[in-house]
Every structure is written in structure tokens, then in C-alpha cells.
């Protein structure tokens, strides 16, 4: 339902900002604090996962970004 498309939603918010970042050699904490979350803050478990899930990301988007595949 709405939660599966929230979920589907944040996630490919979080694919998009991390790559642009990584494409454009932001620093991760610069591309995190730039990013606009609010949306998504009502998922459940955000705050405690957001942060880490957005990093993994972009650690994952660096490796491929590198050829490194996932």
C-alpha cells in the first residue's frame, strides 16, 4: 500500500541524492546535510536507520561509480 510506495519513494530519493553527490565529489556529511529528508521522517524507523541507510548508499554509489560493481 502507501507505506510499500513511501518506502520505494525514499529509496530512490536516497539512490538519486547519494549518486549526485558521489558523481559531483561531495563529501558524504555535505550531500546528507544538504539533502532535504522532512518528507520521509515519518517512516518508520528513519531516524534510527536514515543516516546509516544514506551512507551505505553512498559507500555502494562510490564503488560502482569506480567499477567496482555493488
Do not use: C, K
Amino acid at each position: 500500500g502507501a507505506d510499500i510506495a513511501t518506502t520505494r519513494e525514499y529509496l530512490r530519493a536516497l539512490r538519486e541524492a547519494m549518486g549526485r553527490a558521489v558523481e559531483d565529489m561531495v563529501p558524504f556529511e555535505e550531500a546528507f546535510a544538504r539533502a532535504d529528508w522532512s518528507r520521509f521522517a515519518a517512516l518508520p524507523a528513519f531516524e534510527a536507520a536514515h543516516r546509516r541507510n544514506a551512507f551505505n548508499t553512498y559507500l555502494r554509489m562510490e564503488r560502482e561509480s569506480l567499477g567496482q560493481g555493488r
